[in-house]
């Protein structure tokens, strides 16, 4: 996959470098670069922002350098990328879009900061690739840069030959529409708590159906939303007898 990253903070994506990212990268899964929006700015203070029309606080990013970024990183006779551009105001990031965005072949990434990104470019944008703004959740953040890197962590590990054991991501929280089960390592018990005695039995069956009721149970406890949204069919009869 081809992930290109544009903002005024490139340093903010060091990180990238490190762990199974770091791997991804380093063995060719993940073939990422992040752009400094300032080189596409003309001007002797590399301007990025103006203030907003209708008046209020804060500025906006004006549209020249972005336009000039997404024509130098998605070029017209190239096939197009997904753009996304991080928003509290954009779709909720969910496991289900990690997935989506695993599937695509090249995702730009636009980061914000102070209010936002002029509209316009958005609109430009979207006559010539797909747009999507995303929102990390109901919270406002200073920049899109952290959003993008909790993104590109969900979708990074879903990759082929990203995870070690690919096994786990069809057993982890929302991988169905429910939380995982509480899980346990050795000791067996530790400062008077004891792991529970049925993941020590050896006995596949119940272990499986201990930690479906589990995660029903811890679903339904912190998560009621996620359990009324789960399909009918998704639920077997010894999980409404649970
Ligand atoms: N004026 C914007 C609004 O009220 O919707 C908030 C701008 S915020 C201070 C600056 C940038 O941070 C945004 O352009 C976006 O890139 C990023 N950002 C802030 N909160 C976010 C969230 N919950 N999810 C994703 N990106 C966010």
């Given amino acids: 996959m081809r992930v290109d990253v544009v903002s005024i903070f490139p340093e903010y994506f060091a990180p990238l470098d490190l762990s199974l990212i770091g791997r991804a990268r380093a063995n060719g899964v993940l073939q990422l670069a992040v752009h400094d929006l ?11 922002d103006d203030t907003p029309y209708g008046g209020g606080p804060g500025m906006v990013m004006r549209p020249e ?12 006779d190239a096939p197009p990328p997904r753009l996304l551009v991080p928003s509290p105001a954009g779709a909720p990031f969910t496991q289900a879009m990690a997935y989506e965005l695993a599937a695509e072949s090249h995702l730009l990434f636009a980061c914000g900061r102070y209010e936002g990104i002029d509209q316009r470019v958005l609109a430009h944008a979207a006559t010539r690739m797909p747009v999507t703004e995303v929102s990390l959740g109901d919270y406002v953040l200073f920049g899109g840069e952290v959003a993008v890197l909790v993104m590109l962590e969900a979708v990074t590990r879903l990759l082929p030959g990203v995870l070690g054991n690919a096994g786990s991501l069809d ?10 089960a509480p899980i346990y390592t050795k000791p067996p018990s530790w400062r008077g708590h004891d792991v529970p005695e049925v993941l020590r039995s050896g006995d596949h069956g119940k272990i499986a159906r ?3 009721e589990e995660g029903l149970l811890r679903t339904a406890a912190r998560r009621p939303d996620l359990l009324a949204a789960l399909p009918a069919d998704r639920l077997d009869k010894r999980d409404i007898a649970a």
Avoid: F, I, K, Q
């Avoid at 003309?42 to 301007?47: A, K, L, M, N, S």
């Avoid at 336009?67 to 017209?76: N, R, T, W, Y």
């Fill in 38 to 48: 300032r080189t596409w700015t003309h001007d002797v203070h590399r301007t990025v």
């Fill in 65 to 76: 350098p972005w336009g000039e970024a997404l024509d130098a990183l998605a070029p017209v």
């Fill in 171 to 180: 057993e982890e929280s929302h991988a169905h529409g429910l939380l995982e």
């Fill in 210 to 212: 201990w930690r479906r």
